[in-house]
């Protein structure tokens, strides 16, 4: 993988829960030995799931499989919850499957290892869900997981679940309820408290690191730009991305969820002026809108709106974007198996809808599942990525932009430090626990309110 320090990172939260630390900002080993403030700054809920793992006994290696297995699996899982609301069982399934074999999903898994974003793509369905549901719970466990998974991911998804807020406020007002008090438009405030234990130290105190080096350079946006005919073939490979048409990995959303938008988005029309399908043809549409703008981004004709926002430039590679694409082209291909299934009962011929499925899922694995691979299996073990010079000097070198402006970086792994640093809270890192602990309050407090109205 390109971030090959997954395992370092499992290792030394686990090595900080064991002490009895939380939440985990500063691990002592990393930083070239001086210790090195990384959760405090990369986002840790994965990490903080390995890092259990790891307290119940198994090695850092094991530790982050079950981590990085679990966090695919989830992304499954949570998009069925999500379609079987709009399409019933069969379109939740379909749409699950279709959102873990997308092709941008196997690039961050097997070939940048990107642990983060594919967290983080876990639980774009889970926020959409406790919108819809207008579930404070579900909706703010979701959305605080999005930014504790990673925060490049939570700022792209943040203007499109204001959109659905929006949409839901609006269908309340529209049947005489109160806008104010919609549920759905609390989900963005309790999220932004469970998780402000991390996003308030990461934005008010990154101006003490060394991460402005990681904008522009290499990871300059404008170099970034994915060609249109990419988007749609583009060869496999386990390299990087470069400037031009030509690239050392694969952005292709994926053949057939381009093909099944677009049929979804014709089928929307087909329908428009059926009552049948009134609920769920204005969906279609918005998740088409988000499937063509989230595609914007990821060209060079959106170049004037990246440099119109200096925040995008964090973003560092547009093609980042395909991780809605995949998003909302995984929900749409539901659509078409629920249209399929409303046709099949009005002709009374029911099997045709469940050749219907197997064929696009045979067809979905035909194409995608080659992707899921790994280049090389390596025959490590766990010491192989926790020994002291591995962590003091291979894992540190890989990352180590968190570290202040001003430090003399060592030349050689000799001149690493052999004892770490003292760590301290921040009165800003205190009181960002202190809004955290607001809102899991708040949260239990849902919880026990739920749990008594439904056994009342």
């Known amino acids: ?193 469970l998780s402000a234990f991390y996003w308030i130290p990461a934005l008010l105190e990154m101006k003490y690191t060394n991460v402005a080096s990681q904008i522009g350079g290499g990871a300059d946006f404008r170099d970034h730009f994915v060609c249109l005919p990419q988007l749609w073939l583009s060869p496999w490979g386990f390299g990087g991305s470069a400037k031009g048409c030509i690239d050392g990995m694969s952005f292709m959303i994926g053949k057939l969820h381009t093909i099944g938008s677009l049929v979804a988005l014709v089928l929307a029309f087909i329908t428009m ?37 200096p925040l995008m430039a964090f973003f560092q590679y547009p093609w980042r974007f395909l991780i809605l694409s995949s998003f909302f082209s995984s929900f749409l291909s539901g659509f078409i198996i629920w249209f399929l299934k409303k046709r099949a009962a009005n002709i009374h011929f029911n099997t045709l809808m469940y050749y219907s499925t197997a064929i696009f899922i045979f067809f979905l694995l035909f194409f995608n599942i080659k992707f899921f691979v790994p280049q090389i299996i390596f025959p490590a073990t766990s010491k192989d990525y926790t020994n002291e010079r591995v962590l003091k000097w291979v894992a540190s070198k890989t990352s180590d932009e968190f570290l202040p402006p001003n430090f003399i970086k060592p030349k050689s792994e000799y001149e690493v430090a052999k004892k770490p640093l003292l760590f301290k809270e921040t009165v800003i890192e205190k009181a960002s626990n202190l809004m955290s602990l607001v809102g899991i309050l708040a949260l239990i407090v849902g919880i026990i309110f739920r749990y008594g109205k439904n056994k009342r």
Not at 125 to 142: C, H, N, Q, T, V
Not at 282 to 307: D, M, N
Request: aromatic share 20%; with cysteine; net charge positive.
């Open 1 to 193: 993988m390109h971030d090959d320090t997954q395992v370092a990172r499992v290792f030394e939260m686990g090595k900080m829960l064991g002490s009895g630390v939380f939440p985990v900002r500063w691990v002592p080993d990393l930083g070239y030995g001086y210790g090195y403030p990384i959760f405090n700054f990369y986002a840790p809920l994965a990490y903080y799931i390995g890092g259990l793992f790891i307290l119940l006994g198994f090695d850092a290696l094991s530790a982050t499989k079950m981590m990085m297995a679990l966090g695919v699996v989830l992304a499954g899982i949570f998009m069925y919850f999500l379609a079987r609301e709009f399409f019933g069982k069969l379109g939740g399934i379909v749409a699950g499957l279709f959102y873990t074999y997308a092709p941008y999903h196997a690039i961050n898994i097997y070939v940048r290892g990107d642990v983060a974003e594919f967290w983080a793509y876990a639980f774009i369905p889970l926020a959409f869900l406790g919108i819809y549901r207008k579930d404070i719970l579900i909706g703010s466990i979701g959305f605080a997981a999005i930014i504790l998974s990673h925060n490049l991911t939570a700022m792209m998804v943040i203007p499109f679940l204001l959109i659905a807020i929006l949409f839901n406020c609006y269908i309340a007002f529209k049947n005489k309820k109160s806008f104010i008090i919609n549920p759905s438009s609390l989900i963005l405030l309790l999220g932004l408290s």
């Open 273 to 309: 002026r059926s009552k049948n399908y009134n609920s769920y043809k204005y969906y279609i549409l918005l998740a088409f809108a988000g499937f063509v703008i989230s595609i914007f981004f990821t060209l060079g004709i959106s170049k004037p709106i990246w440099e119109a926002i």
